[in-house]
Structure formats: structure tokens, C-alpha cells
């Protein structure tokens, strides 16, 4: 028998639950047939996102053929693709880790619907979360909208263990046809690639964990929200695209910490990400939380559309420091630390009054960890529209959460270059600078940097108002 081994967020050969399966499932006579398809709505739109996900793709590719069990690509409309493997591989089932949201989740309905017509077996698995969508649910089987209840049960729960991959029967068992196939279109999109990325791969993946465990782990709880320390583990893009499985990363927090030492860091890492399976959930019971918000009273708020305020926000030069750093840093690399998607969230839509769904689709193209669940999570949650989101009248001060966590200016002044001599007292909020100051470092306000684009103050009111009279 062949089965194919379907390919997609999870861009690894390690702990791989389909892969695991399909080699359990094998015997020496039978076949493995690695595969990978390359959608149309790629040839639509190549983000940052879409260049990461093939820089990390190319790396698959690398390592399954020096192992001897390459990949293949299929390419086109979904449907006819698999026609034609069908057509050319005597392919008797096909193994995949399933989606449970967005764009993934609708493409795994239609093709099921595929494969039961042409009578091609199914195994599909729960791979990208600890807990699935439906697995942490309420005494009464509803599902949890608040996330501390959520964490308490999601934390009781045994958690999966790590799939090991028989590599050996792998190499065995792999058909190698490449040229059936072809690469034409993998090549294209390849050769779209161009910007470079710290760390991509399983191997960069594995030693960035390795890494983060070995110290800032433990330091976790204290330094994760300061964006001038190297404190958060950058998991985030590997994750998204299954570089590294997320049972490997949970797994070995047990194995390399020293829970002796401390406990809070690693406990404080381990909510973060429970939060990335609840934001799945989430996404799950709430398919259309990419358009609309999710509490109803809030579906009419009257957003701000003012195209020229936008481009300032995504520029970096509203002249609040902190958050111009933040979108600089975000257009320059990539990423962007979490306590600056909180503030530059917040800035968007309650200093601003911008629609949050704007500032949602600037991440997806901008953002290398772009997630669906956790970005419309983290801007609903900013909105104050979202589950268990901030409240309306708790609005962040921008200049307060840069004296809070960056206090020295060292954050800023590494994305904004015109601050560089600014002293401490004034990086928080530039325009205090008296004008012989602003001569003697260098940086005339309204010239070489921007002054407050709004008035904090006038538009915390504002915002808390629009939200009390849609209440
Ligand atoms: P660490 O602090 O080391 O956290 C470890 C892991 O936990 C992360 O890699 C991530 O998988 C998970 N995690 C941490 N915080 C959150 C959170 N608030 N929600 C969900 N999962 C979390 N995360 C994305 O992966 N993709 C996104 O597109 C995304 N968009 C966001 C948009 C906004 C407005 C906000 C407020 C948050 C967003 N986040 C997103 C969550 C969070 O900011 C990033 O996961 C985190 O900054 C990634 O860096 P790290 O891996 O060093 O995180």
C-alpha cells in the first residue's frame, strides 16, 4: 500500500504526529509518499508571512531529501491536484494534521468530502495545539469564554505525547519520483523569497529552544514584558509554521527546567501558551471573528477611516515614541515583541479610533508569526470588542507604557535613529524638548521627528465615549 503524508503548517520531520502514523501504519513492502501542495491564492499575494513560510518550507525540503525521502509538490486547484496524484501514485490513504480555523479549516471540509468520493482512506490528527478546539470544555459542554476558568481546566488535562518518527523505515520506505512531478512551481515561489529572517527551520527551531531554556526561561515572568531584553523565547514564527511541534515544546520545558530554581517563569511560559490554544478555540466557535466583532452591542462602533492617520500609525511617526519604534521594528523585521502589539493595538484603536480589523490586516502582511487566531485575539482583545477583552475604559497610555517598559529609551532609540542623542528625560515624549535642546541633539521636532500626531488625554474620553453610547 502508499500513503501519502500531506504536508502543511507543520514543516518538520520531528514529532510529527501524521508522519509518526503513517510510518506506524507501514510495513516494509508498503510506501510513504511525501507531498506538499502549493495553492493558487499564493500566485494572489506573497507577504513577509509567505516569504517565511517557504524560507522554512525550503529548509523542510533540504533535510527530507538529504534523508533520502524527498517531497513532492502538487500544484493548481486543489481537486484536480489530487486527481492527478491519484491518477499518477497508486495512493490507497492520506495522512494529515487538520485545521481547526480560517482558511485551513474550510480547505479541510472540501477536500475530506474529495477524498471519501474517490474512496481514498482518511487519518487525520490534532497536531498544532496541546488541547483542540473541543477539548477543553465547560462541566456543561459548552466551551469557556473567559480565560482563567479556561486555564484551570486546560491545565488539569494530561497532555499529548511526543510522536516519534521512524526515520529509518522512512528512508525505506520513501518513493522517490520528484521528476513526476516536477518542481517548476516550488522553484517559483522560492525564487519570490528575499528577505532574510533570523531563524528558520526545524534545526534553528530546536536551538532556539535550547536556548531559551537553558536561562531567559527562568527569567520569564519578570522580563518577558520589556521589548529592549532578549526575554521571550521567539517561538512564535516556528510554531506557526510547525518547525517545531508544540508537544516537543512543552515537553522538554519539563525535561531541561529546573523547577528547583524557580517555577514562576516556566509556569508564566506555560499560560502563554494555553492562550495560544484558547485563541484557537476561540477562532473555532467564532468563524467570522476575522470581520466581525464578537460582541454584539459592539458591531456598529463608528471607526475612524482616515487613510493619512493610518499611514502615520504603519510608518512609525505618530510621535509617540514607543509605538513608532514598535512599527518600525514590525516593518524592518518582521516581528514585534507582545507588550508593543498591546500598545500599538490600543494606540490604533482608542487613541486613533481606528478600526481594529484595519490594524488585523497590516499584521497578516506584515507579521512573520502571523497567526489568524492569536492576531484576531490579540486586536479584538485590544478593541475591547473581543472574549474576555481589555475594558473599554482602561485605556493604555502610550508615554506611561514607555516610561514603564522601556524606561531607559534603549528600545527606542534602536529603531529610531533621529532619537539617538535625546536624553532620558525627554525620550518618552520628544516634544518637550525646549528648541535650543532640540538643536543641541540634533532632532528638530515637526522635522526631523514627528511631534503627538493626537492628544492622549482628549482621545481616551473619546474613545470611552463612543463606546458608552453604543452601550
Ligand atoms: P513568548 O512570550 O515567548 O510566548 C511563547 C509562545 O506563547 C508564543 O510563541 C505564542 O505561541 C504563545 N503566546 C504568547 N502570547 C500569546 C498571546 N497573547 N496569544 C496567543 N498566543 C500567545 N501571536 C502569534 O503567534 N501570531 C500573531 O499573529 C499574533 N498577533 C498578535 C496581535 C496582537 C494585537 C497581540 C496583542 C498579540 C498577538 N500575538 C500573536 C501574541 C503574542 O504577541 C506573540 O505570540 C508573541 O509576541 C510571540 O513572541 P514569542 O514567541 O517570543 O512569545
Redesign the pocket.
Known sequence: ATRAVWFRRDLRLNDHTALAKALEHTGEDDQIFLMFHIHPVLNEEFTVRHDYFFQTLESLVNDSKKLGAPIHFLEGDLKEAFQHLIETINIDSIYFNIDETGFGWKRDQEVLEFFKQQNIKTCTFMDHHLHGANEVTKKDGGYYKVFTPYYKSWKSLQKPAVQKVDYDLLKKTAVDQTSVFGTEAYDSLISKTKHSFEGVGEQDAEERLAQFLDAAIYDYDKE?DFPAIDG?????RF??TGAISIRTVYHQIHEEVDFRKNTEGAET?IS??A??DF?NMIYHFYPNASDEEMVEKYKGLPWNNDEDVFEQWKEGQTGFPLIDAAMRQLNESGWM??RL??AV?SFLTKDLLMDWRKGERY?AER?M???PA??I???Q??ASTGTDPVPYFRVFNPTRQSERFDPHGRFIKEWIPELENVQKKYIHDPSKMPEEEQEKVGCIIGKDYPGPIVNHKTMRERAIEMFKEEK
Open positions: 518577558r521571550t523565547s521567539q517561538m512564535s510554531l506557526r511560559y502563554e501558551l492562550w495560544r485563541y515583541h507582545n502589539r498591546m493595538a499584521f507579521l508569526d502571523y497567526d492569536s492576531n485575539g490579540g486586536w482583545w485590544a
